[in-house]
């Protein structure tokens, strides 16, 4: 089987964030980076069932140069190889321009399985899977929690609302957004890491797949939430911070 | 192209997903404030009373999408029926509540129509033109976004963003719409939905719950406010990621693939506080948030908020608790 899984980098979670002064994006020149979480259950996932059925796994991502890096880690966690869409500015891309993009990618790949994490944890659209199944022309279904190999297709588990679920059929190829929890993330060992390094990754980029920069949806304006509830920040080092807060929960919460 | 907003309603097994009306309500103020006729519609297989109740809601038109073949919620066989609606009716904005089924369906919707989904919507402004606010890096920022290209435009709502009591009343024409389906063009195959049980911790009967998010940054840690719910007679609660990591049992998990809890006082210790979180906690009548990070949305919803390190502000709370509760014995 042929999986190709879709990775994006995005900024470190505990990020201290601030908006640039134009208010169009955030000041990202001092921030490091990491693999968006879900899609790094998507990576593991891919690589588990390369492990039962055989087959290759494909890293596909979509950033700047900088996202080698996030490249080489799929690669020392075991993708065989990847494919790297090279764009600086992909913020002049919207959810559906990039999938654009990434199914141009997959064109002469011709993959059994495409999967994606659920949502990027900096955009949180959701959708760059889903888009990319209908440009493909492959069925899909969203937040997966797991999958099983049939003869000619899948059985996978979705998950609905409230602790409901549900399992679902569909032929291959198909494409999957996969749900945080899936699996055990593993970690890259000395030899997968040392094996990265000579895995090929192959450099694409937008003109060469001929897709132009385009958004229908755009930012007009990133900000901080103004608060809507007044909150009562507690002063003071922590001992007394805390004896605030005690005092608070005895005599106006009233629960001690 | 009519200037109309056209609202999807989301149903299972004949009831309203609350979000819907929820979506209404919004459908029906964006419509106000742009000028805008406002409909409303229904999928499914036999959505004739569901439909008839929309009819007494103030819109200028409610259509049940009535087939055989949406007896079972499908990606393709909701996609190709809305898609032939929205063609008939030809809206500018359609809008959609920001379910599961909704993150499944609408992406691939709006991609037929050469169109992003304008995703998670928490609030709408008609400023010359709709403006959508939606949250970014799990709700630290937001951002104003407008649409372009042709219309329509997609756009979802996210949970609790409007309120379903404000949807107006009123009297509506009802249009029965038989969409073009044939079971070949389904290709997703759906079992029965299933629950599983999330096991024997109830935390939605406790008075106290201190939560921990990844703030707490390792499972060995996990014990510095177990010992603060311990001291303080509540239960320990967590997010999702903290379940996902195997920290903490799931039954522990609070949030919308959680546990939903409003207890007398909540307290997060190194949370964040993502919308999905926070849709499960904010109905608690005091919640109080430690976190290093001032600009935490968790502050969003806080009655009371220490900033600092929770390493630090949680041992000591324990020992101001166990002295309070000694003092009073």
Redesign the interface.
């Known amino acids: 089987m042929k999986i190709v899984v879709c990775i994006k980098q995005v ?1 470190s ?2 990020s ?2 601030r ?1 640039n002064a134009a208010g169009t994006w ?1 000041q990202d020149a001092d921030l490091t980076y990491e693999i968006n ?1 879900p899609d790094a259950y998507a990576l593991e996932e891919g690589l588990q069932l390369k492990e039962k059925q055989g087959g290759e796994v494909v890293a596909l991502c979509a950033g700047p140069a900088g996202a080698a890096q996030t490249i080489r880690e799929a690669l020392a966690k075991g993708a065989d190889r990847a494919l790297h869409i090279e764009e600086e500015n992909l913020g002049a891309y ?3 321009a990039l ?1 654009r993009l990434m199914a141009a990618a997959l064109t002469a790949e011709k993959p059994d399985l495409v999967l994606t994490g ?1 949502q990027s ?7 760059t899977g ?2 990319l ?3 493909l022309g492959v ?5 997966i929690m797991q999958v099983e190999k049939q003869e000619g297709g899948i059985r996978v588990k ?4 409230d ?9 291959l190829p198909a494409l999957l957004t996969i749900q ?2 899936i699996n ?1 993330l593993r970690y890259a060992t000395l030899m997968g890491i040392k094996k990265a390094k000579t895995k090929e990754v192959k450099r694409l980029t937008a003109a060469e797949l001929g897709v132009a920069p385009e ?11 103004e ?3 007044h ?4 002063e003071g080092a ?2 007394e ?3 605030k ?2 005092e ?3 005599f ?2 009233r ?2 | 192209m009519s200037e109309s907003v056209l609202v999807i309603m989301e149903q299972r097994a004949g009831a309203w997903n609350r979000m819907s009306l929820e979506t209404l309500a919004a459908g029906q103020k964006l419509a106000a404030e742009l000028g805008h006729s406002v409909a409303a519609a229904v999928p499914g297989r036999g959505v004739a009373a569901l439909a008839s109740e929309l009819a007494l809601k103030k819109l200028d038109c409610v259509y049940a999408v009535d087939h055989e073949l949406l007896a079972d919620y499908t ?2 066989g909701y996609t190709a029926a809305l898609d032939q609606l929205i063609r008939k009716v030809q809206p500018s904005l359609v809008l959609f509540p920001h ?3 909704v ?2 369906l ?3 919707l ?3 129509f ?7 919507v928490i609030g709408i402004r008609a400023e010359g033109g709709p ?1 959508f606010v ?16 042709p219309a329509p ?1 997609f756009v979802s709502i996210q949970a609790g963003a409007f309120n379903a009591d404000n949807v107006a009343s009123g009297t509506a024409p009802l249009e029965t719409f038989t969409p073009e389906l044939t079971a070949s063009v389904i ?10 049980s ?1 096991g024997a911790v109830d935390l939605t009967t406790a ?2 719950i201190v939560s921990v998010g ?1 703030g707490i940054k390792e499972k060995d840690n996990i014990p510095i406010v177990a010992e603060l719910a311990q001291a ?1 007679g509540g239960e320990l609660a967590a997010t ?2 903290v ?2 990591s ?1 920290w903490l049992p799931i039954e522990r998990q609070v949030g ?3 546990q939903t809890v409003a207890p ?2 909540y307290i997060a210790v190194g949370i964040s506080g993502a919308i999905q979180h926070l849709l499960g906690m904010k109905g608690s ?2 919640i ?2 430690i976190n290093k ?3 935490a ?1 968790i ?11 929770l390493f ?3 041992p ?2 324990v ?3 166990k002295s ?2 000694v003092l ?1 014995r």
Not at chain 1, 121 to 127: H, R, T
Not at chain 1, 163 to 171: A, D
Not at chain 1, 231 to 234: F, N, R, Y
Not at chain 2, 187 to 196: A, D, G, L, V, Y
């Open positions: 900024p979670r505990d201290v964030l908006v955030i979480e919207d959810p559906l999938a659920l944890d900096d955009l949180g659209y959701g959708q889903v888009i199944a209908q440009l069925p899909h279904a969203t937040i979705r998950e609905l609302e602790g409901w679920f549900q399992h679902v059929e569909m032929p945080s929890g055990k958004a229908t949806i755009r930012f007009a304006r990133i900000y901080l939430p608060k809507s509830k909150t009562q920040i507690l922590p001992k911070a805390a004896a807060l005690v608070k929960l005895k106006e919460a629960v001690l | 990606a393709d379910t599961y089924q993150r499944d609408a992406p691939k709006a991609t037929r050469h169109q992003a989904l304008i995703s998670d403006v939606r949250q970014l890096f799990q709700g630290k920022l937001n951002a104003d976004v407008r649409p372009g290209g435009y290709r997703q195959r759906p079992e029965e939905p299933f629950r599983e999330t008075e106290i990844r303080l999702r990621p379940c996902d195997g919308s693939s959680g007398k006082v009548k005091t109080v948030a990070d001032a600009n949305p502050f969003e919803v806080a009655d009371y908020g220490i900033v600092g390190d630090e502000v949680v000591a709370m020992e101001e608790v309070c509760t009073q």
